[in-house]
């Protein structure tokens, strides 16, 4: 009896699917780590490729599926901003409607990857799959990881589970949904991880294979013109006094706060105090935890506690991260003011 190894395995299966009309996959470009090459003359690495080059890279790709490449950006995602994330979603809501595009891949870097794929989660409307993917070697390295998850990426967009999982992001052969998603190391390729509730499923030399879905989800339509409101963040800490809060309430510009709080949200005194000014100049506030995983939920009675801060107006996070959260205040912004209509996003 002949045995197949994983790799024949892999290229029978690619042959197969050669065999039929192959689906079409959009690739949308946006820079990041997996873009980048070094530079000498800068002595460091920066965004250099283009979608179309990340493509072309991967021979591979063409066994599985057809593909329209479209460059969004070429940044290191510590530049990504609000105004591109409303301008991506458009593109990405554009592009699903077209009968013909079976799903899409986001290439990305990672700094900012998982906001990123939150945002789109909560903007997009079709179900098909979108996927994000990025690398933290770069395309100029020996052992880049750019090529293997871009192919993985792709595979994961035309598998049919894909569908209704909402956004996700795969790399180093994880899927993960983007609500439970945080890089968790700044170096090694096993950085993106679901803490809390453990990855989708994962995709090897053999197949995809998801073992759960998604169940927190929600979805905002934006339009093209939707102006985002300025959410910031605050951290909690030894000592904080609330001066940085009180400074956000100076500036007119900012329309809701993120405390990123200790434990179960908890604040102290002093920081108490200036979010009670920012509650009564009517500035939403929504406090999460800078502690990794778990929920915020109103046991603590003291004056910084989350029962205290509830009891104030304030919205709580559940278990989103305070990067996330800011995301979702801000779309939620776009629907209403009311702590009451806020906190039930927050629920959902």
């Not at 956004?167 to 899927?175: E, H, K, T």
């Not at 803490?195 to 934006?222: C, I, N, S």
């Not at 093209?224 to 951290?235: C, E, P």
Request: glycine share 8%.
């Amino acid at each position: 009896m002949k045995i197949l190894t994983p790799a024949i395995l892999l290229l029978t299966a690619c042959f197969s699917a050669g065999a039929q009309k192959l689906p079409t996959v959009a690739v949308l470009s946006t820079g990041g780590t997996i873009a980048s090459k070094h530079d000498s003359s800068k002595g460091g690495y920066l965004p250099a490729l283009s979608g179309n080059d990340l493509v072309s890279a991967i021979p591979a790709i063409k066994n599985i599926a057809q593909i329209q490449v479209e460059q969004i950006s070429n940044i290191g995602s510590s530049n990504m901003t609000p105004e591109i994330w409303v301008r991506l979603a458009g593109r990405v809501n554009d592009l699903l409607a077209r009968p013909e595009i079976a799903g899409i891949v986001i290439t990305h870097g990672t700094d900012t990857l998982e906001e990123t794929a939150y945002y789109l989660d909560l903007t997009t409307i079709s179900t098909k799959p979108v996927i994000l993917v990025g690398a933290q070697r770069p395309a100029s390295d020996p052992d880049s990881d750019g090529s293997r998850n871009l192919l993985d990426a792709v595979r994961v967009a035309v598998a049919s589970e894909s569908v209704s999982k909402g956004v996700m992001v795969v790399m180093n052969g994880q899927i993960n949904a983007a609500r439970d998603v945080t890089k968790t190391n700044t170096s090694q390729v096993e950085t993106f991880r679901g803490l809390e509730f453990g990855a989708l499923g994962v995709v090897d030399v053999e197949k995809v294979r998801f073992y759960r879905a998604p169940l927190r989800r929600q979805t905002f339509p934006v339009e093209s013109q939707t102006q985002l409101k300025r959410v910031d963040i605050v951290m909690s800490y030894a000592g904080a006094d609330g001066l940085l809060i009180r400074s956000l309430v100076r500036d007119s510009s900012v329309q809701g706060i993120v405390i990123a709080g200790l434990g179960l949200g908890d604040v102290t005194d002093s920081m108490f105090d200036a979010i009670q000014e920012a509650r009564t100049r009517g500035i939403p506030v929504v406090i999460s935890t800078r502690v990794p995983t778990g929920r915020i939920f109103p046991l603590n009675a003291q004056k910084g506690g989350a029962l205290a801060l509830k009891r104030i107006g304030c919205v709580l996070a559940d278990n989103l991260s305070p990067q996330k959260a800011r995301i979702l205040l801000m779309l939620a912004l776009t629907k209403s003011h009311e702590t009451e209509a806020i906190q039930n996003y927050f629920d959902n």
